[in-house]
């Protein structure tokens, strides 16, 4: 069984930086594509950035250049630097992986977490 765990997030001030990480466990062979997503109340679900296996990056245009994904491939994990955040960013935000077990690729999420940016 596979679990995909988020952690950090919390409250922040606008202008201000909150790190999240995110780990996948359990009998897990390789990952392939991670990243991050976020879903503000009444809003879809948007992706923030995404990471490959060799460290390649993308990202939404809105956080460019103020927030870091990066990744431990050893470890399973992926983290999100946040900086100069916004109130608008408040939301949950959520991992995302691409893991193959056995023989078939299968997407995962995690609970998710909240960051709230107050103004």
């Known amino acids: 069984q596979v679990q995909v765990q988020e952690s950090g997030g919390g409250l922040v001030q606008a202008g201000g930086s909150l790190s999240v990480s995110c780990v996948a466990s359990?009998?897990?062979?390789?990952?392939?594509?991670m990243g991050w997503y976020r879903q503000a109340p009444g809003k879809q679900r948007e992706l923030v950035a995404t990471?490959?296996?060799?460290?390649?990056?993308t990202y939404v245009d809105s956080v460019k250049g103020r927030f870091t994904i990066s990744r431990d491939n050893a470890k399973n994990t992926i983290y999100l630097q946040m900086n100069s955040l916004k109130p608008e960013e408040t939301a949950v935000y959520y991992c995302h992986a691409e893991i193959l077990l056995a023989i078939n690729w299968s997407e995962y999420w995690g609970q998710g977490t909240q960051v709230t940016v107050s103004s």
């Open positions: 990471i490959t296996k060799a460290g390649s990056t």
């Open positions: 359990g009998k897990i062979f390789s990952i392939n594509d």
